[in-house]
């Protein structure tokens, strides 16, 4: 009988103390959970090498807390070894994440940052999104050109030919348009061979081939700039008086330009609304392009991004379309690859525009591409697309020649 109720009782305490033990039990997980690099320091944990190994995506913020911190370092005699009071994994974290107390020889903000390790998703993003949509974009532009074509066809004149031509460029427009022209095209080449040539030339040419189409790209490129930025100062002061928006560009907007129906022509001046809308988008993008390639031919010495980003927060347009604050601290590693990424992203937009100018400049229209060639169009081209102009030039011709040849006074 002592012995059942000793048992009883010995049940009951058991029973009783459970919720304590539990509670503990429940304190002591979630001090776990709060710590869970405890054990090794800060360091990171099997269960975090195991997760790396299958591909999974880790927070990596803890190896960012005080690393390379003297002051927070493990005793000397828990560590591997020393190094003023950090282990090599803490100093090479603060490498890593730019803390390190770093002195260099060489002048300049850029070497003293020994590992740049934020500019990850730069590199993701040049060699992929990047290539996919620039590429698309190009092909899909290509598309609606072709498509464009078979069902609308070439833009006839639908007069007569006169045989007679007026000048419609001069011989300094004329080579302003095929400098800028010319090196365009020069500069797309060489940055479509630099941009695609990893995943499109070296598995079908060899790396050894593409070794040197890629260093000849690079000197063209490099040089080939300055001609375009020259040829875009020249067209700007050639053709900036007949690029200023009038009246009679309404018109040809509400009418299309005569681009989608036969046997409209709208009246335009020397320049369309259409060739005025490719001007000014070739000179902004124009400025655009230069400015950032700029940037890249003088590493570190143009940055631009950071005080951009500051203005652009200051107005409220980032926080407008739902960004935020744009990071306006940046190491001058962070601004050359802005600086890159801007310059490809332009390029592409810049490319799609001038392969729909090409095609209309050329095939698209006829008699288009004679007035870059020679300068002269025919009059009956004139009268069709640029009817307004072609007044005013025949009408500059009768002055003319009334002044040549006076009326002789009556007797």
């Not at 020393?82 to 390190?100: C, I, K, P, Q």
């Not at 031509?165 to 095209?185: N, Y």
């Not at 700007?236 to 040809?252: E, G, I, T």
Request: glycine content about 10%.
């Amino acid at each position: 009988m002592i012995k059942t109720f000793s048992r009883l009782l010995i049940l009951a305490l058991a029973l009783a103390a459970m919720p304590a033990m539990h509670a503990a039990a429940q304190e002591g997980a979630g001090a776990k959970t709060e710590a869970p690099r405890a054990s090794t320091g800060g360091a990171q944990t099997l269960e975090d090498i195991l997760a790396r190994q299958r591909g999974m995506k880790i927070d990596d913020a803890f190896r960012r807390e005080a690393v390379g911190d003297p002051a927070r370092a493990a005793a000397a005699a828990a560590q591997l070894g020393t190094l003023g009071g950090a282990s090599d994994s803490e100093v090479f974290r603060a490498l890593r994440y730019g803390n390190a107390d770093v002195t260099v020889s060489a002048k300049g903000a850029a070497a003293g940052v020994i590992i740049q390790d934020s500019g990850m998703w730069w590199l993701e993003l040049r060699k992929g999104p990047l290539l996919e949509w620039g590429g698309w974009l190009l092909v899909a532009m290509i598309a609606v050109v072709a498509v464009y074509l078979a069902i609308r066809g070439p833009i006839r004149i639908e007069g007569e030919k006169t045989g007679r031509t007026i000048l419609r460029f001069t011989a300094i427009e004329r080579f302003s348009h095929w400098l800028l022209a010319g090196s365009f095209i020069l500069l797309g080449l060489t940055g479509l061979i630099t941009l695609f040539g990893r995943v499109a030339l070296i598995p079908v040419f060899g790396k050894d081939f593409f070794s040197g189409i890629a260093l000849a790209s690079k000197w063209i490129h490099n040089n080939v700039a300055w001609a375009f930025i020259a040829a875009l100062v020249m067209v700007f002061v050639c053709w900036v008086v007949h690029n200023v928006p009038n009246r009679a560009d309404l018109v040809w907007l509400a009418k299309g330009g005569g681009l989608f129906s036969k046997h409209v022509h709208p009246p335009a001046r020397k320049f369309n609304a259409g060739q005025k809308i490719v001007f000014w988008v070739v000179i902004v993008l124009g400025i655009s392009i230069s400015a950032s390639g700029l940037s890249l031919l003088f590493p570190f010495e143009m940055p631009m991004f950071a005080k951009t980003f500051e203005i652009l927060n200051a107005l409220g347009l980032p926080q407008l379309v739902g960004l935020g604050e744009l990071q306006t601290t940046m190491t001058p590693h962070e601004e050359m690859q802005y600086a890159q990424l801007w310059h490809t992203v332009i390029a592409f937009v810049f490319m799609a525009i001038i392969i729909a100018h090409i095609y209309l400049g050329s095939v698209g229209m006829e008699g288009a591409f004679e007035s870059m060639e020679t300068g002269e169009v025919d009059m009956q081209w004139a009268k069709e697309h640029h009817s307004l102009w072609y007044e005013e030039v025949v009408a500059e011709e009768q002055a003319g020649a009334s002044r040549e040849s006076p009326a002789t006074p009556a007797e």
